[in-house]
């Protein structure tokens, strides 16, 4: 079974720190990896995403750093602000599986002011 | 959220009773999912839907069922209700291949007592 493994569990960062969270994987079906960010009430929303064959994907404050042979990939938030404060997931897509999203365990990220 | 709806929004219910909670979306898309949230689990998978009539099992699917008559409605009972089935309940939509084109309802708070 397809596991995706996230920490920390919880960051605190003051704001205009940088956040890092990171994730690995465990086998090699996965066709894409996503980030989702989630605020308390509401369901996850896309953040950033990156397929394998890529290092390094880059929007706005937002990075994803991919390590294929390591099985590893983190996102670093730059310039950290309180309105990041949320829930953020990696995940692992497979496209032959019915497309679904696997899941790590999630990092709740509070950014002081 | 825009083009997915979940309901009820909230419920309580007592062990033992039958529950079904929906999913009604507005986008045409081919597939649809239901996960559960739990705190340290992150959302984990619990049916999902490739077409009209065409489910399949995920990572949490035992005392669950589904069911899609029509595109636009993916059903969830849980047919016995039990305490460890108390969650928060997002469905998903996405479009086939569509990197990080999951759009999730905002859940529905299930209490078992």
């Known amino acids: 079974q397809q596991q995706v493994k996230q920490s920390p569990q919880s960051l605190i960062v003051q704001k205009g720190g940088i956040s890092i969270i990171n994730c690995a994987y465990e086998?090699?079906?996965?066709?894409?990896f996503p980030w989702y960010q989630q605020f308390p009430g509401k369901g996850p929303a896309l953040l950033i995403a990156?397929?394998?064959?890529?290092s390094e994907k880059k929007e706005g404050r937002f990075t994803i750093s991919f390590n294929k042979s390591a099985k590893q990939f983190s996102l670093h938030i730059m310039d950290s602000q309180p309105g990041d404060s949320a829930t953020y997931f990696c995940a692992g897509v497979v496209y032959n599986q019915g497309g679904k999203l696997i899941f790590g365990q999630g990092t709740e990220l509070s950014v002081k002011p | 959220d825009a083009g997915i709806t979940q309901s009820p929004r909230h419920k309580v219910t007592e062990t033992g009773t039958p529950v079904t909670l929906r999913c009604h979306q507005t986008e045409n898309h081919r597939y649809m999912y239901w996960y559960r949230q739990d705190p340290g689990h992150g959302l984990r998978l619990i049916h999902y839907?490739?077409?009209?009539?065409?489910?399949d099992k995920g990572e949490v699917s035992d005392g669950y069922s589904v069911s899609r008559s029509k595109t636009e409605d993916f059903l969830l009972t849980l047919e016995s209700a039990t305490s460890s089935q108390t969650s928060v309940y997002f469905c998903a939509i996405s479009q086939t291949g569509s990197e990080g084109g999951y759009t999730f309802g905002s859940g529905t708070r299930l209490t078992v007592v």
């Open positions: 990156i397929r394998p064959d890529v």
């Open positions: 086998n090699t079906a996965f066709d894409y």
């Open positions: 839907s490739y077409g009209v009539k065409d489910t």
